[in-house]
């Protein structure tokens, strides 16, 4: 009788802790600090700026919330409630969270596709400070309409902010969002990574044993998608960087198409490694996007809008673009093959890996 009464009482305990559980998924995290309160009225008066609701559709919420920090704390806490008060998840393709250093303030940004207005918020020692700025590509597009939207808190954003909003709203795919939370952006580069993808598909398929690894010559974004799409990180050494400065990789390169990146398929088992050279045409992607030369290196570097505006245009267009035309920017420079000694050689961190090819 007495081990019947336990068993029943631990039933009604699981019951419960299920029923708990599902209040919690249900009704979601409730503030509980006064910052907290603060963060959940400036999502309210977020949402009332933009004249939206839980339900409307097109609309995006970007934030640092789990990275970014709050009241001198990790701020995961602001991500459910999030979720609650603005009604987004990344269930529903609709919200986002970037990776930002740790010591940097907590943000949210509410966008709106249909008007192309933003809602940024950032907490400040006196609370949440917003700014609503227009994203319509007509706008932030230009180097007037970035100087503007850049005279206010979201200055230090808005290159983050504007460049996924933008790739989101024109249809990019998911997975290449997902890459832009690690990367902190959405940009040319990280698109390059995505498209060498659907290219090794073709190119160099994977079969039982085999894996990739990704050796940037010189590194540049793409080895960020590498990271979140194939799970290819630098700790587990699936890629990694080389400060090559175009040396015997310059003699690969094939109508003005530079090498940046050698891609190795490796097989332990077979002892065996195929390795591809790989350029991407920017003359075919600031053609499709009528971004020139001079737009992507203006005068004043960074402190050129243009410079900004340059590349979140050409994302823009390129989550735009059909596959095929986006496939017809990488240009297969090279192919080797070898032994696994082939890829040690390669991805030993030399100088300049392109050497080791034969």
């Not at 699981?14 to 009704?27: R, S």
């Not at 659907?198 to 540049?220: H, I, N, Q, W």
């Not at 398929?265 to 390795?275: I, L, Y």
Request: charged share 15%; with cysteine.
């Amino acid at each position: 009788m007495r081990t019947h009464a336990i068993q029943r009482l631990l039933s009604i305990l699981v019951l419960l802790a299920f029923a708990a559980a599902g209040c919690a998924a249900k009704f979601g995290a409730q503030p509980t600090t006064p910052t907290m309160r603060k963060a959940q009225k400036a999502l309210d008066e977020a949402m009332a700026a933009l004249d939206v609701d839980a339900q409307t559709p097109g609309v995006l919420l970007i934030t640092n919330a789990g990275y970014g920090a709050a009241d001198g704390r990790s701020s995961e806490a602001y991500f459910d409630l999030a979720m609650q008060t603005v009604g987004r998840t990344p269930g529903t393709r609709s919200l986002l969270a970037v990776v930002t250093p740790a010591n940097e303030p907590l943000w949210f940004a509410l966008y709106r596709a249909a008007t192309g207005k933003v809602a940024f918020l950032v907490l400040t020692d006196g609370g949440f400070t917003q700014q609503i700025a227009d994203l319509s590509p007509s706008v932030i597009l230009t180097p007037d309409g970035w100087a503007d939207a850049a005279n206010g808190p979201l200055k230090q954003r808005l290159f983050s902010v504007a460049s996924i909003s933008l790739s989101w709203a024109a249809g990019a795919p998911w997975p290449m969002l997902k890459a832009a939370e690690l990367h902190d952006h959405f940009c040319p580069g990280l698109n390059a990574g995505f498209i060498v993808l659907e290219l090794l598909k073709e190119e160099l398929p994977l079969a039982d044993g085999d894996s990739y690894t990704f050796v940037g010559a010189p590194p540049f974004c793409a080895m960020d998608a590498f990271q979140i799409l194939e799970g290819k990180t630098l700790g587990k050494k699936g890629s990694l960087g080389v400060a090559n400065q175009l040396g015997a990789g310059a003699g690969f390169a094939v109508g003005g198409v530079q090498p940046s990146l050698i891609v190795l398929r490796t097989n332990r088992k077979k002892n065996a490694c195929d390795a591809l050279v790989l350029g991407i045409d920017w003359s075919k992607i600031q053609t499709a996007s009528n971004v020139g030369p001079d737009d992507m290196n203006p005068p004043g570097g960074h402190a050129n809008p243009l410079f900004y505006v340059s590349r979140a245009k050409m994302s823009w267009v390129l989550a735009q673009m059909t596959m095929q035309d986006k496939l017809d920017c990488i240009v297969v420079l090279k192919r080797a093959s070898g032994t696994m000694e082939l890829a040690t050689a390669v991805a030993s961190g030399a100088a300049d890996p392109y050497r080791a090819l034969p």
